[in-house]
T-cell receptor, first 114, second 111 residues
Framework: ETGVTQSPTHLIKTRGQQVTLRCSSQ?????VSWYQQALGQGPQFIFQ???????GRGNFPPRFSGLQFPNYSSELNVNALELDDSALYLC?????????????FGSGTRLTVV | KNEVEQSPQNLTAQEGEFITINCSYS?????LHWLQQHPGGGIVSLFM???GKKKHGRLIATINIQEKHSSLHITASHPRDSAVYIC?????????????FGKGTKLSVKP
């Protein structure tokens, strides 16, 4: 299977709720990174998972957490949602092989917090 | 000041024109990426550079490490090239996914 799939594509949640976003990994890739893109801005790095462990994190609070599964797919969980969490959430898979640092991005999940 | 700056922010061109988008960065990097984002939000990776120049079809990307500058060129532009083009750098020593993104250049190519 090629490509990265994210689900759901759109989501509306209420402030204070919790949300789980999902991301598949491209075949042959073992690393998944998550990004938050606010309207009109470039994406911001949330964290990265490799071999089911977080191995890099951006400037996001602990209520942003994640998981990676043995098949390299991943989840992003956000607790206690705030209005400012409304954004497009992108994931990208990649391989840590030195010869290949290319990324494959998903189409994103657009989260609206009301 | 952002660590990755792109110019111009918006660009309108006529079909067939040669287009240049610029990216300057202020941190030490191990790689620079050019990405294309369509209105639906999905991102396509165009190039990853650590030195020199790469070409793929009508797209050319160059990087000057000493000047901390990269350019993306589109030859013979076409309306289907209309998208947001984003420059992103991987900070030297950072984890692989820890990219610093520019705000993007919105390109519109008119027929």
């Amino acid at each position: 299977e090629t490509g990265v799939t994210q689900s759901p594509t759109h989501l509306i949640k209420t402030r204070g709720q919790q949300v789980t976003l999902r991301c598949s990994s491209q075949s042959g890739h073992n690393t998944v990174s998550w990004y938050q893109q606010a309207l009109g801005q470039g994406p911001q790095f949330i964290f990265q998972y490799y071999r089911e462990e977080e191995n890099g994190r951006g400037n996001f609070p602990p209520r942003f957490s994640g998981l990676q599964f043995p098949n390299y797919s991943s989840e992003l969980n956000v607790n206690a949602l705030e209005l400012d969490d409304s954004a497009l959430y992108l994931c990208a898979s990649s391989s840590l092989k030195a010869s290949s640092y290319g990324y494959t991005f998903g189409s994103g999940t657009r989260l609206t917090v009301v | 000041k952002n660590e990755v700056e792109q110019s111009p922010q918006n660009l309108t061109a006529q079909e067939g024109e040669f287009i240049t988008i610029n990216c300057s960065y202020s941190v030490g990097i191990s790689a620079l990426h050019w990405l294309q984002q369509h209105p639906g939000g999905g991102i396509v990776s165009l190039f990853m550079l650590s030195s020199g120049k790469k070409k793929h079809g009508r797209l050319i990307a160059t990087i000057n490490i000493q000047e901390k500058h990269s350019s993306l060129h589109i030859t013979a532009s076409h309306p289907r090239d209309s998208a947001v083009y984003i420059c992103a750098v991987r900070n030297y020593g950072g984890s692989q996914g820890n990219l610093i993104f520019g705000k993007g250049t919105k390109l519109s190519v008119k027929p």
